[in-house]
């Protein structure tokens, strides 16, 4: 039964009502205090360490090295106090310079546009001069903005225009005229989505795949795609319409920016090429690869261009290829052509849609085999199978291969199987999860915790507005539980394994997200101001026994765009090493919980008034 005040004073409980008066007056005076503070932590230009927001209702799990590719959330408690009792507002004294390369320094990439060790190469046949060559030491100059650079168009808007400022680069307007790719309009570059080989547009072209193929179904069993030679990346732009995410690549050659202009267009992509090196993907990746028109001599080098392909395609993809020797018949594509049925043959690819569209462009889809019967009653064992892989990160800096990849088995050498369609890939067990007893429970465990990390953390206490943000980096990815957990955002993460963590990649393509092999001691192969938000959970650990923080954080400030954010979850040892550091580049920052930094880039470039 309640208690009234009045019953209260007649059976004279003074000190109950002294304690609940006083408690009263605190909580109003710290109510009033915190709201005449200062305004959002994110705007401020100084370090500050921000009051811990209640906990998440379920507990954060801490899991060691062993079991988990990336650490997690380390308690709380422990780390708050060691943050109060830190003095973080400092700022390294660096004198910045941006990049001497006249005006080529706005787009510079340091290990694609290192002109001094490609004009070392002694050949360029193989396309040696578009791949890696990383200056030592990296260096520590800034790339300057575009003149006129502004806030990006955003997303949706921005799959169709884009400011003609921050990309500045009108070459393949009058190069790709004929063809749609891009047209300038007043103060945009626009994308009508036309193609080489997109004459009526580049959805009418998803749309004849589908009928061509009924069995490709765009967002279930085709979830993750490689477009070789992608241009301005439109046929993955429009696939993302259907569940579908495509990694899109091309080298930085003479169709000038084209991965630049998928990148500012919101679309994932990447910088790479098909030369002497393997691509920096995991072995059975992609459900599907698309080449159209993508200048790929898939039979030379012994056909080593196509093993490649065949390595990154998982069992039962699909090959798409777009290009004149499937549809015309002169000497010259006659003769392709017939190289690639012998090319295609001996890999055991089955051809099971060949057509032309109303337009007079044809194409073939392929498919790969999922079981060894073909590759057994092969007349010629060439290319041979390759040996069986012991190392991890297997294809970093690792010479393309004249052999058949083998198809990938369980721990008890039984073929394994994808069955599991698109959105229930997300969050089922992948198929290369590793073979100890606790594996999936790690696996479910990781998936938890990110998504209440995510939700009640990121979104929730960082005040990290999404609907600015696009683009998205995971430095770390460990199973992409960070991705997964934004699923349904309107935003795509890169999911990058380190080349000296645990080889997750697999999982992450197993799960339906895309992601590299890359080793952060060198730059990213991505334009400057690509990124909106960088994550890095635990980076550090390793890093700072092989490279230096300023270094990272040089290449950070290179890829985020103005009025990015990086956030990070590290220790107080890594998070004091390089706070200062991004404090020097004029970021502001905030610390949340002891073991969150978040930075956020400004406009600032250097001047010779700084000096």
């Known amino acids: 039964m309640p208690i009234s005040v009045q019953n209260m004073f007649k059976e004279r409980k003074f000190p109950f009502l002294f304690a609940f008066s006083f408690l009263l007056i605190s909580v109003t005076i710290l109510l009033f205090s915190y709201s005449s503070s200062s305004p959002s932590l994110l705007l401020s230009t100084n370090f500050q ?65 290192n002109w001094k060790a490609i004009k070392e190469l002694k050949s360029r046949r193989r396309m040696e001069h578009r791949e890696r060559h990383c200056p030592k030491p990296s260096p520590r100059c800034l790339a300057p903005l575009p003149i006129g650079y502004k806030v ?96 899109s690549f091309a080298p930085k050659d003479e169709h000038e920016a084209q991965i630049q202009f998928a990148l500012e267009r919101g679309i994932p992509a990447i910088l790479s090429v098909i030369g002497t090196q393997k691509l920096t993907f995991s072995d059975n990746a992609y459900d599907l690869i698309h080449c159209a028109r993508c200048r790929v001599h898939w039979d030379g080098d012994g056909g080593k261009p196509l093993l490649e392909l065949n390595r990154v395609l998982k069992p039962g993809g699909y090959f798409i290829w777009s290009a004149t020797p499937v549809y015309r018949d002169d000497e010259r594509d006659s003769k392709v052509w017939k190289s690639m049925v012998a090319l295609t043959t001996s890999l055991c690819w089955k051809i099971v849609a060949k057509t032309v569209d109303s337009t007079g462009v044809g194409l073939v889809i392929y498919q790969k085999p999922s079981s060894y019967s073909c590759y057994k009653h092969r007349k010629e064992k060439l290319p041979p199978l390759c040996e069986q892989k012991t190392n991890q990160n297997a294809s970093w800096y690792e010479p393309l291969s004249y052999c058949i990849s083998r198809l990938p088995v369980d721990r008890m050498g039984n073929l394994l199987r994808w069955s599991t369609p698109w959105p229930q890939r997300l969050s089922s067990k992948p198929p290369s999860l590793p073979s100890k007893p ?29 609907g600015r943000i696009r683009n998205v980096m995971d430095m770390n990815a460990g199973y992409g539980g960070f991705a997964a957990a934004l699923i349904d955002q309107p935003l795509w993460v890169m999911n990058v394994v380190p080349i000296d963590a645990q080889d997750t990649l697999s999982i992450i393509f197993e799960r339906g997200l895309i ?38 954080a040089v290449e950070m400030d290179r890829i985020l765009r103005p009025g990015g954010y990086l956030l990070v979850q590290d220790t107080m040892e890594n998070i004091k090493k390089l706070n200062p550091v991004l404090r020097s580049l004029h970021w502001s920052t905030t610390l949340y919980q002891g073991q969150f930094l978040v930075g956020k880039k400004g406009f600032w470039r250097p001047s010779e008034n700084d000096n």
């Open 438 to 466: 606790d594996a999936e429970d790690i696996f479910i465990e990781d998936t938890k915790h990110w998504a209440a990390l995510v939700s009640e953390v990121y979104l929730d206490g960082l005040a990290i507005s999404l």
């Open 152 to 247: 990006p168009v955003h997303w949706p808007k921005s799959r169709d225009m884009i400011w003609y400022s921050n990309v500045p680069h009108p070459k393949l307007v009058e190069y790709k005229k004929e063809q749609n790719w891009v047209r300038k309009s007043g103060d945009y570059f626009v994308f009508p989505g036309g193609g080489t080989q997109f004459k009526n547009g580049v959805q009418s072209y998803i749309d004849f795949i589908h009928k061509t193929l009924p069995a490709i179904k765009w967002g279930k069993n085709i979830r993750v795609i490689l477009d070789v030679g992608c241009g301005v990346a439109s046929f993955g732009g429009y696939l993302l319409d259907k569940d579908v995410i495509t990694m």
């Open 515 to 552: 992601g590299v092999y890359h080793d952060w001691c060198e730059s990213f192969n991505t334009y400057p101001r690509t990124y909106d938000l960088l994550h890095a959970s635990f980076l550090f650990k390793n890093l700072k026994e092989r490279c230096d923080t300023i270094d990272v």
């Open 49 to 113: 360490v921000s009051d811990p927001l209640p906990p998440p209702p379920r507990p954060l799990p801490t899991r060691s090295p062993k079991n988990v590719p990336v650490s997690s959330t380390k308690p709380v408690s422990k780390t708050i106090a060691a943050a109060s009792d830190v003095d973080l507002n400092v700022s390294l004294d660096i004198k910045w310079e941006n990049c001497q390369l006249g005006p080529l320094a706005v787009d510079y990439i340091p290990c694609l546009d």
